[in-house]
């Protein structure tokens, strides 16, 4: 019930002028050809997640809702290509019932685990501010303050992820080593919380820029899901 309520909360955040001005433009006036049958969502991304909130002990971190993705749909990383490879990896390692992630009716269901993004609302060329960053990083720390008690790993997609959760955790008290852990596909820190140690993994975005290149590979990201 408590995630739900936050869930509900973010869903109507407006806090930032600019995003809401983006993802509600996109929404209406600017959604893509191939779409302009369908209602958009137009608004922030709540965390979708296993159903059963005491269960969730993994949190995946992505950047921000795309345009035509989860702005359209309505649920993280549901309906672009991006999705696609998150969700084939999350269904290989156990965590998603179904290999893709089509529209928020099709049936796909978590296990363990919750995703969240950075910056809930999709941002301008998939790049939020500083402040934008910063005004939605509240949400974050209300995540980790609902799933601490049993969190045992967080995924970072991206770079922003990975500062957005060193940030969070040092917000919550949590130890986090210094000098600042580096960013990299791989890369991973302990955190010490009062429930004991989350591992923080990074992983290289599952953006089309890493994917179609071939900077972030399926067994790279197999890699990464399976140490969560
Ligand atoms: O990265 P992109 O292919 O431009 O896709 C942007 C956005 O639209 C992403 O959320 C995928 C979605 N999308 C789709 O679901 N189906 C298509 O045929 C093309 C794009
Ligand atoms: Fe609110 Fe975050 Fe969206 Fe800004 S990005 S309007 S803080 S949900």
């Known amino acids: 019930p408590d995630v739900a309520q936050l ?23 600017g959604r893509r050809a191939s779409f302009a049958d369908q209602p958009y969502w137009g608004r922030p991304g709540p965390g979708f997640g296993d159903p059963d909130e005491e269960a969730v002990e993994v949190l995946v971190l992505g950047l921000a809702p795309a345009a035509n993705g989860t702005n359209r749909t309505g649920r993280m990383f549901t309906g672009d290509r991006s999705g696609d490879w998150l969700y084939a990896a999350l269904h290989r390692g156990g965590f998603a019932d179904r290999p893709t992630s089509v529209h928020a009716g099709d049936g796909q269901r978590l296990r363990g685990m919750r995703i969240v993004a950075t910056v809930r609302c999709a941002p301008p060329a998939n790049t939020p501010t500083t402040l934008e960053k910063e005004t939605c990083a509240p949400w974050l720390d209300r995540d980790l303050e609902l799933s601490a008690p049993r969190l045992r790993s967080m995924l970072a997609l991206g770079s922003i992820a990975w500062d957005a959760a060193l940030g969070a955790a040092r917000r919550r008290g949590w130890e986090v080593p210094r000098p600042k852990p580096r960013f990299g596909h791989g890369a991973e820190v302990g955190l010490g919380t009062p429930y004991g140690v989350v591992r923080l993994v990074g992983s290289y975005h599952v953006s089309q820029q890493n994917t179609f290149t071939g900077k972030l590979t399926e067994a790279m990201l197999d890699d990464v899901v399976a140490r969560l």
């Open 7 to 29: 869930d509900a909360r973010i869903s109507v955040c407006r806090a930032c002028p600019r995003l809401v001005q983006w993802r509600e433009s996109v929404a209406t006036t």
